[in-house]
């Protein structure tokens, strides 16, 4: 009784801490408990069930109550409390926390504990980007002064977008800093000992032994990629085909590193063993850094080495049980994190699902079993929470993990040993050299090679949480219930018709518009029952950040129709990730808005660019576009019944004659919320007009609101939806409705 009570009760802890992402949810599970404890004993007479579940309920409630306890809060001096309402420069003094990374922009990126803000006190941790150049020399420990912006963190602003402020706050910050120049506070300060140069060490030695990428890839799978640069193209192309893993510090390596001292010390007293272990794994936590799914490996570790010390069986189940446990008292903030979820997930399938697939491939060899069983389990686990997340799959995942395995366990046995033979001995490392480079290489094109062929990453579209836990309730129950093990394919058959029928049915019957939040560059997405258009593309990061994950999130693998307005080098950036059938380009004379490199990347997808001029009209599906004039450019979009029209400029008095009846019978006007003659908008009278700006004309704001004309600035609520049935909601609404648990 006491195994199983300790289990609920550990359960209860897990359950409470993700019941407080809804109201009232710690009491919830209180009283859940409670109605266990008085139904539960009736139909097992025992007094002891009843008091395992009233405990359960207090271990629930208790649980949410040490969340909110431990999700972190600005202080009166956090440094936050500082950030001037308008744009100006300050000068942050405080101490590095972390060694820089780099980001996509290419600028370093540091965490800082603050200690003043000019001559003020302030405290708090804050998110530091700075120039390459100025933040690559920094490290640990170190006492700078940072001259720079400081802002607050934006939250969600387009649909399915990163909350940078969510992001931000579970990481215990509040600000952002983009800092422009850098000041030692003591040139003259020594260094003290620190895990991060043995990090640095080992980074640099094999970047210089091997070349940039191949070093950094060595590098990642030794320390994790949470410590080293590896080029985003190496980690977009893994992350394509699933194998992001690889690149992370994992329960993989914990078990190669275990495994192999384990093997080395065989015939050694169990004691030796224990503590040579234990050297092993302690080490390498210190290099990774307390990253969720390495501290969840080492403590499971630690279990198997205790249970070589006092020679008792260990349960894998009840140790990994307890690693979440002692991860989730430590940091319960964890339970949010994708890492930590992804790990136990993919630890769960291999314990439950590995034995029962290795038992249906028994007329394989044996060596080729697990390679084929450990990514399939891993998938079936960790694929519901994957399409929650990011609504992306590969196709190719598991023939591609089956032929990387080999190629991971040598480059992660191999690069540890040249860690520490670069530590001890650099020309002792150089003769490894061969014996690691050319299977990096070979991997590193391996992945090239599936990442060019057709379908290599499908967009499915994010699903719903109570679909996901429908998923999960399907892949749980052979394993619970061994009955059904037999049936496992009639399980299968309805996870795939319970993910893509309602898929197919929403989109084909699907009439949305969407104005995504970009800047001063309008950007829209019109999903047309089943055919996805695009009104502009935005710049690199535009694309980057906001247009493809939305297309992604929304299931979009392929753009029906585009039109290129506004001279933009996303388009290229875009074609790179996805094709599109037919690019308008709808530019003046003089420049085109697209460049000559998209439509040559437009023209390899079997693209069409087409130029369009004033006065054409196009018509798909339900949608048509009449191109009004170049000069000032103006659109209008019959979506529906619905007309709406575009000002990208703002038509002067003789341009407005000349446009006649065409600016009347608009319902929605969408422009750049510069000033708008109060004749032209009563010439127009929309109903809704959406600025793609931050502020509206303070003139036209007046204007709008004496005609009570519902007024959206994308730049402010965020981006904004219009569906026939739901009408017009904004991102930041939809966000606050949901109720986020920071």
């Avoid at 405990?55 to 040490?66: E, K, N, R, T």
């Avoid at 009840?318 to 992804?342: M, R």
């Avoid at 299968?492 to 518009?513: A, D, E, H, K, T």
């Avoid at 709406?644 to 608009?666: E, F, H, I, R, Y």
Wanted: charged letters at 15%; hydrophobic letters at 50%; proline letters at 5%.
């Amino acid at each position: 009784m006491s195994s199983i009570s300790g289990v609920v009760w550990c359960l209860a802890y897990i359950l409470g801490l993700l019941m407080t992402a809804i109201p009232y949810g710690s009491a919830i599970v209180l009283f859940c408990g409670l109605i266990c404890a008085i139904v539960l004993p009736r139909m097992k007479p025992k007094r002891t069930i009843a008091k395992i579940w009233i405990v359960a309920g207090l271990i629930g409630f208790a649980a949410g109550f040490y969340l909110q306890v431990r999700t972190p809060q600005p202080s009166a001096i956090d440094i936050s409390q500082f950030v001037p309402k308008e744009r100006q420069e300050v000068t942050v003094s405080g101490i590095v926390e972390t060694l820089p990374k780099l980001t996509r922009s290419g600028n370093s990126q540091i965490w800082l504990n603050v200690s003043a803000i000019k001559e003020q006190k302030a405290d708090g941790r804050l998110y530091v980007t700075l120039s390459k150049v100025n933040g690559q020399d920094l490290y640990p420990g170190q006492a700078i002064a940072i001259q720079g912006n400081l802002y607050k963190p934006k939250p969600k602003m387009n649909p399915g977008g990163f909350d940078f402020q969510k992001y931000l706050a579970q990481e215990g910050s509040f600000a952002g800093l983009k800092g422009t120049a850098i000041r030692l506070l003591d040139t003259n300060q020594k260094l003290k000992w620190d895990w991060w140069m043995i990090q640095r060490e080992i980074v640099r030695s094999q970047a210089k032994q091997f070349g940039e990428a191949e070093g950094a890839l060595i590098s990642a799978m030794v320390i994790g990629g949470r410590v080293v640069d590896i080029p985003f193209d190496i980690k977009n192309e893994f992350g394509k085909v699933g194998l992001s893993h690889a690149l992370a510090a994992s329960g993989f390596q914990v078990s190669l590193i275990l495994g192999v001292l384990l093997t080395l010390t065989k015939r050694l007293p169990g004691a030796v063993r224990f503590g040579i272990g234990a050297i092993g794994l302690i080490v390498f936590m210190g290099l990774t850094g307390m990253q969720p799914a390495v501290f969840r490996a080492v403590v499971m570790g630690f279990a198997v080495l205790f249970g070589i010390l006092f020679e008792r069986r260990v349960k894998p189940l009840n140790s990994l049980l307890i690693a979440a446990i002692i991860l989730l008292i430590v940091n319960p903030l964890w339970i949010w994190n994708l890492g930590f979820q992804f790990s136990f997930l993919a630890t769960l399938g291999l314990l439950v699902t590995v034995p029962a697939i290795a038992k249906r491939l028994d007329w394989l060899p044996t060596l080729i079993v697990p390679a084929i069983a450990v990514p399939i389990a891993a998938l079936i686990w960790t694929l519901p929470l994957q399409l929650f997340a990011f609504g992306m799959v590969s196709p190719y995942c598991i023939p591609a993990n089956v032929a990387a395995t080999i190629f991971i366990s040598w480059i992660s046995i191999g690069g540890i040993v040249n860690a520490g033979l670069n530590l001890i001995s650099p020309a002792i490392a150089t003769f490894t050299t061969p014996l690691l480079y050319y299977p990096t290489l070979a991997l590193i094109h391996s992945v090239k090679f599936v990442c060019q062929l057709p379908g290599n990453s499908i967009a499915v579209g994010t699903i719903s949480l109570i679909l996901m836990l429908v998923l999960y309730g399907l892949v749980c129950t052979p394993w619970m219930l061994p009955r059904f093990q037999r049936q496992w394919w009639v399980f299968l058959l309805i996870g795939i018709n319970l993910v893509f029928v309602p898929v197919w049915y929403v989109r084909s019957n699907l009439l949305q518009v969407t104005a995504l939040s970009v800047g001063q560059t309008p950007v829209m997405v019109i999903q047309d029952h089943g055919r996805v258009g695009l009104i502009n593309a935005g710049d690199v990061n535009a694309v980057r950040f906001t247009v493809l994950p939305f297309l992604q999130k929304e299931g979009v693998n392929q753009i029906d129709w585009a039109v290129a307005v506004s001279p933009s080098d996303g388009w290229a950036t875009l074609l790179e990730e996805m094709s599109i059938r037919s690019l308008y380009d709808f530019s003046s004379k003089r420049t085109s808005a697209v460049s000559l490199e998209a439509i040559q990347q437009l023209t390899a997808r079997k693209g069409k660019h087409l130029p369009i001029t004033a006065r054409q009209t196009i018509k798909t599906g339900a949608i048509e576009i009449q191109f009004l004039s170049t000069e000032p450019t103006i659109l209008q979009f019959g979506i529906g019944q619905q007309r709406w029209l575009w000002l990208k400029d703002v038509p002067n008095v003789s341009q407005q004659q000349a446009l006649g009846s065409n600016l009347t019978g608009s319902e929605i006007l969408w422009w750049s919320g510069r000033r708008l003659h109060p004749k032209l908008l009563e010439r127009m009278q929309p109903k809704i007009a959406i600025a793609s700006s931050r502020t509206v004309h303070a003139e036209t704001l007046k204007q709008l609101q004496l005609r009570q004309i519902q007024t959206y600035e994308t730049e402010v609520n965020g981006g904004l939806q219009w569906s026939k049935n739901q009408g017009f909601r904004t991102t930041l609404d939809e966000d606050e409705s949901e109720g986020a648990f920071l």
